[in-house]
């Protein structure tokens, strides 16, 4: 009670349910009196119009769901159980068509006195709805802004389509957590069930939030913005209401309805500690700090020293060889046994690292590959790597907060496509290359870019050495802005694919607004004929910041054939023939040089199975 009073008195000032006062009665019992409301959107829909609400009153409420999302936040709060039950209608007048959030049981405060977001906690507590909840905390993780954001976009495709949230029915928490990261996937298998009664415009909503990290700042403006221009393209009114006239029901049907009263207490009706209780085998057991995890020969042992990242399928751990000073450290990255098997990548990203890491061949953008397992206990394979710093994609959210200049830029090309020819000359694609997929060094490495993530690399030659027969049809893999077009037309992709990719790459670092000009398309089909256009030179926008003999690299990538072996040192020359033309100096200071925390960090990549969509790729 004292938690709910202390949210309600410091958010009345926003205009959401007002503060009256507190008093206590005999026998200790609290309480608070706010102004009156009515039903949630949960109770309205079941008890009221008895369906889901239409296009036009869903986007209405979707958006006003936000808005108070977005105030309790601006007071440094979380809500923590974000759902559609949360949410309550007005009583009378104008109060009617109001939203108004309640329920701040499970909330917590994010920024600390210096308005600093407060560091996370190693593990939480599950709280709150299976089906609402955000995959944070399911994995028992601290929650963060984007994880109401994130059970705020199940909430409003809920009450717009009571079936697009596949996992409704579902019971195992594991189960849960890898639908739901098909649904932030914008999963293109799950499009017709996500997508049948709401705007595919809404994709949008996702791909932001999905992109969101512990401490992101979320662009709520940019939010409402999308949802507007749904509302404005088909000339929806903003303030229509499914219950609006239909309050005498509203107000008859309240008689009675106890379950969220404080008579009823928190009964713990539908939340996830009920099912918890009879599914443990849903909650992935982590190490502890100390805790040590043994090698394939038993022989060699990894100490935990903390985790780095958690993704739905595994988790990134700080580990020192056990007996040795705690000095060198390494990155350990598990894969549970439990998951689907079409999502588990490990066995080849460790066939990949293992043959990158051959010491002949004197690679020096791949990450050094320490040792591989199995842990009985934990139920899962580990591989052990060397430590690298932040991801090009998190260096330029979070850190420079703007584009690369030209420098760093053309720095960076030169390094990714260099690391782009040495995995074809061990027979490899990687087929998802992107910002995330690149990471830079810590300490004295600081200036080198590494490739990373080989979840869904394969193999495009044979046993003796020859371009591998492509298959008919394969199925979607990889990420939609950057996926080549090959990909996108479910055809087998070869050498000439990854390195439309990293056009596609170069062109996102060096203009994060203009490069890719179907960055806020979210129909695939769309997104191909833009990158059509791209390559027959009918998007001059992207060529602002980007000198524009890039053309000529552009077409000799295009023209390649599916079994085409790159000249790599022709790519490389114009790059450097490029720069110098146009005064760019590549050996000039990195951006992120000296700008870094002194700490390795986990990259997006670490969490891949979050960001990827897959299929089956089976040989």
Not at 271 to 279: F, Q, S
């Amino acid at each position: 009670m004292a938690a709910q009073k202390c949210v309600v008195y410091q958010w009345g000032a926003f205009g959401r349910v007002s503060f009256a006062g507190e008093r206590t009665v005999p026998k200790k019992l609290e309480f608070i009196v706010v102004s009156p409301f009515g039903f949630n959107l949960d109770q309205i829909i079941k008890k009221v119009t008895c369906q889901a609400f239409s296009l036009i009153c869903g986007l209405n409420v979707a958006g006003q769901m936000l808005k108070a999302i977005r105030e309790l936040h601006s007071i440094g709060i979380l809500h923590r159980n974000i759902h559609p039950g949360a949410f309550y209608c007005g009583i009378g007048g104008e109060r009617e068509g109001k939203i108004y959030l309640q329920d701040f049981r499970a909330h917590r405060r994010f920024l600390d006195a210096n308005k600093k977001v407060i560091p996370a906690r190693s593990k939480v507590k599950r709280y709150g709805f299976t089906r609402f909840s955000s995959r944070a905390n399911l994995q028992e993780k601290e929650q963060s802004r984007k994880d109401d954001l994130e059970s705020w976009i199940y909430s409003i495709f809920s009450i717009m389509d009571l079936d697009s949230l596949f996992w409704k029915k579902d019971k195992e928490i594991q189960s849960i957590i890898e639908k739901k990261e098909e649904f932030m996937r914008n999963s293109p298998q799950k499009e017709a069930e996500m997508y049948k009664n709401v705007p595919k415009e809404m994709r949008l909503l996702i791909e932001n939030i999905a992109q969101l990290q512990y401490e992101s700042e979320p662009e709520y403006e940019k939010l409402s913005g999308i949802l507007a221009e749904i509302q404005s393209a088909r000339k929806f009114a903003t303030d229509l209401c499914d219950w609006i006239g239909m309050g005498k029901e509203v107000a008859g049907n309240m008689e009675g309805e106890t379950k969220n009263s404080a008579g009823n207490r928190m009964s713990g009706e539908g939340d996830i500690n009920i099912n918890i209780a009879k599914n443990k085998k849903g909650a992935r057991k982590k190490l502890l700090p100390g805790d040590i995890i043994k090698s394939v020969d038993q022989k060699t042992g990894w100490k935990n020293v903390c985790l780095l990242g958690s993704g739905g399928f595994g988790d990134v751990y700080k580990v020192h060889r056990e007996g040795s000073p705690p000095d060198k450290c390494y990155a350990l990255k598990t894969e549970s046994e439990e998951g689907e098997k079409r999502f588990l990548r490990l066995k080849i990203e460790v066939t990949v690292m293992m043959k990158t890491s051959d010491k002949s061949k004197n690679f020096e953008h791949f990450i050094e590959f320490i040792d591989r397992g199995k842990c009985d206990e934990l139920r899962c394979k580990f591989v052990v790597m060397g430590l690298v710093g932040p991801s090009l994609d998190d260096i330029r959210v979070k850190y420079l907060v703007s584009n690369f200049t030209k420098h760093t830029c053309f720095n960076i090309f030169i390094q990714s496509v260099i690391a782009i020819r040495d995995l074809h000359s061990l027979g490899y694609l990687h087929r998802d290359i992107k910002p995330a997929n690149y990471a830079v060094g810590i300490g004295e490495n600081e200036q080198i870019v590494y490739m990373l993530d080989f979840g869904i690399a394969k193999l495009f030659v044979d046993s003796d050495g020859k371009h591998k027969t492509p298959r008919k049809k394969v199925k979607f893999l990889g990420t939609l802005r950057f996926a080549a077009r090959a990909c996108m037309r479910q055809i087998e992709q070869g050498r000439k694919d990854d390195l439309e990719c990293w056009i596609y790459m170069m062109f996102d670092l060096i203009d994060d607004m203009a490069g890719l000009p179907w960055k806020r398309i979210v129909e695939p089909k769309a997104i191909l004929k833009s990158k059509e256009k791209l390559f027959n030179n009918e998007h001059p926008e992207v060529y602002k910041r980007m000198p524009k003999s890039m053309q000529q690299l552009l077409q000799y990538v295009n023209n390649l054939e599916h079994e085409s072996a790159p000249d790599y040192e022709y790519i490389l020359q114009f790059l450097r023939t490029c720069a110098k033309d146009h005064g760019i100096k590549v050996d000039k200071k990195l951006d992120w040089i000296g700008k870094l925390k002194k700490k390795a960090f986990d990259s997006d990549s670490d969490k891949s199975a979050e960001h990827k969509n897959s299929g089956d790729d089976s040989e």
